[in-house]
């Protein structure tokens, strides 16, 4: 069995890659490295620099491959930045996908493996199920619903098989702390780490369910073993939400320190996301193992000995109307 996985040096990405390799799949990994570190790709893949927008390269590595399973994890995923990089989030949320479903088609994969997120579902939908009418409230869920849309279609017009996951929240080893856009735990440790308050928009009181990774990417990798999974959507996460207020003070204890907040206004994001995993528990016989206190934990080790990270702006906004100050702070068009 041979496998390709997009974003396999990012932080989700590499998990899955690791239980790909356990499972016995050769796989070669694909990544841009623009948020995942070499380092993170398991020593048994194979590793490829380039981006999904070159589709000269994924056909060729298509043809010379013969991947029998896709797993696309390689996306831009700043939710709340999105709103600001319209163009960026569509070419690589999008176009980008698109090259690799026209490689799957055309060279026949067996199943096309996607994660989504959440965030196609929007606002006032809690607990959110799959069988909702999706509405997403930022350009990032809107991609993620059009890749999704993209692949049911390819799936009627050619025969593409394909499961999609709606993660959400992921937290754990190796995840970029560095990127001050997205992944609020990332964020705090950072922030912790280099004696600075933590970031918090709004009052927060903004509720999320927490997914620590060692519950998330094994059932990803898994999936092209589950006939039953085929041409079906799965949210795949912790249950029970909580606030960023409590988050934060949990962080606080998991790494040691005492936590100073610093407040500022408020973003135009969904305020309460949390999903039911009642599918994934039918078809995968899944629950969430790991409490948030016990992933914490295990991050906050692998925090301290990785360091911290100097957060980098991103250079491309395209809308500055409405960017929060603290992404205005040093950020460079």
């Not at 930045?81 to 960026?88: A, E, P, Q, T, Y």
């Not at 990127?179 to 927060?204: A, C, H, S, W």
Request: proline letters at 4%; one cysteine or more; aromatic letters at 10%.
């Amino acid at each position: 069995m041979k496998a390709i996985v997009t974003g396999g040096a990012g932080f989700i990405g590499s998990h899955v890659v690791d239980a790909l390799v356990e499972a016995g799949v050769s796989v070669v990994v694909m990544d841009d490295l623009s948020g995942g570190f070499a380092d993170n790709v398991n020593p048994k893949a194979a590793f490829v620099e380039g981006s999904i927008l070159d589709h000269e390269l994924i056909n060729r590595l298509f043809a010379e491959h013969r991947f029998d399973y896709v797993f696309h994890l390689a996306a831009y995923a700043a939710e709340g930045l999105s709103h600001f990089i319209k163009r960026f989030n569509y070419q690589n949320n999008v176009t980008g996908s698109v090259n690799l479903i026209n490689a799957a088609v055309n060279y026949d994969a067996k199943c096309f493996v996607f994660t989504s997120s959440i965030a196609v579902y929007g606002a006032n939908q809690v607990p959110m199920l799959e069988s909702m009418a999706p509405a997403p409230e930022d350009s990032y869920g809107i991609a993620k619903f059009v890749v999704e849309r993209e692949l049911a279609i390819s799936h009627e017009m050619f025969g593409l098989p394909y499961v999609i996951f709606r993660p959400h929240n992921v937290y754990g080893e190796r995840q970029n702390i560095g990127d001050k856009y997205r992944n609020v735990i990332g964020i705090f440790m950072n922030e912790m780490m280099q004696n600075r308050p933590l970031t918090v928009f709004g009052d927060g009181e903004q509720t999320r369910a927490f997914s620590y990774i060692g519950d998330v990417a094994p059932l990803i990798a898994k999936s092209i073993f589950v006939p039953e999974a085929y041409q079906q959507i799965f949210n795949v996460g912790a249950d029970e939400p909580y606030s960023v207020n409590v988050l934060a003070a949990e962080v606080a204890r998991a790494m040691g320190v005492t936590a100073e907040l610093r407040h500022l206004p408020a973003r135009n994001e969904v305020l309460h996301a949390y999903a039911s995993h009642e599918k994934a528990s039918n078809v995968f016989k899944y629950s969430a193992q790991t409490s948030l206190s016990e992933g914490l934990n295990r991050m906050a080790a692998w925090a301290r000995a990785a360091g911290s990270r100097e957060s980098q702006p991103f250079r491309g906004i395209e809308i500055e109307r409405g960017l929060p100050s603290a992404w205005r702070e040093k950020t460079a068009t």
